[in-house]
């Protein structure tokens, strides 16, 4: 099993919309988690850390549910800029941070 | 610098080459990773440096790739008798401390390296 698992997508919505996707976390005893977003051909850039009761920046929400262990991204009022591809990164519980493979977002006008 | 530097940003080169990368980090981040991104597939981390030093080196694909880093600051990361699945995007990034381990110390990554081995 891999360490983080991401649904590829694609997710295709409307401008406007709202998506959210999960991704989940196979070490029970991680202590971190990120949210960071890929343009194409480009390198990965932080979007947002993932705090234990949720946090919000802007149109984006991120949700950590240890029970599960999962954590959410909700992009509220989607704009075409949003289109690209969202990496979950975990800390486990050592230097290697896990990225998981990402999901793409793809919004049409 | 004010960000992290990657050079050169492209290579081409044929099969059984030797080719080296580079990475100036941002000035005064002890952590440096090295991942490898290969097409639409997600980053494989390659080795980490705290300083100069690598505690790990476990995920380096194989004895023809090695990584150093000199003065706490730039790295080379050395790939003998490239093959063509080395083809990649070798990616470096780099942390003020231990990236994860608080909310400071988050990852910073270059723009890439493309390597295409012919």
């Known amino acids: 099993r891999k360490e983080v698992e991401q649904d590829p997508g694609p997710f295709n919505v409307p401008e406007g919309a709202t998506v959210a996707f999960n991704c989940t976390y196979s070490n029970s005893a991680s202590q971190s988690f990120f949210w960071y977003r890929q343009d194409c051909r480009k390198e990965p850039k932080l979007l947002m850390s993932v705090y234990s009761s949720g946090n919000e920046d802007g149109r984006f929400t991120a949700q950590l549910n240890r029970a599960s262990q999962y954590i959410s991204l909700l992009i509220r009022d989607s704009k075409l800029s949003d289109s690209a591809t969202y990496l979950c990164?975990?800390?486990?519980?050592?230097?290697?941070?896990?990225f998981g493979a990402g999901t793409t977002v793809t919004v049409r006008a | 610098g004010a960000g992290v530097s990657q050079s050169p940003s492209n290579k081409v080169t044929e099969k059984g080459k030797d080719v080296e990368l580079r990475c100036d980090p941002i000035s005064g981040h002890t952590a440096l990773y090295w991942y490898r991104q290969s097409l639409g597939q997600g980053l494989e981390f390659l080795i980490y440096?705290?300083?100069?030093?690598?505690?790990?080196k476990s995920g380096l694909p194989s004895d023809r790739f090695s990584a150093e880093r000199t003065g706490g600051s730039v790295s080379t990361l050395t790939i003998q008798r490239t093959q063509q699945e080395d083809s990649a995007v070798y990616l470096c990034a780099s942390s003020q401390g231990l990236a994860g381990t608080s909310g400071a110390n988050v990852l910073t990554f270059g723009a890439g390296s493309r390597l295409t081995v012919l």
């Open positions: 440096f705290q300083g100069n030093s690598a505690p790990d």
């Open positions: 990164v975990v800390y486990p519980n050592d230097y290697k941070l896990s």
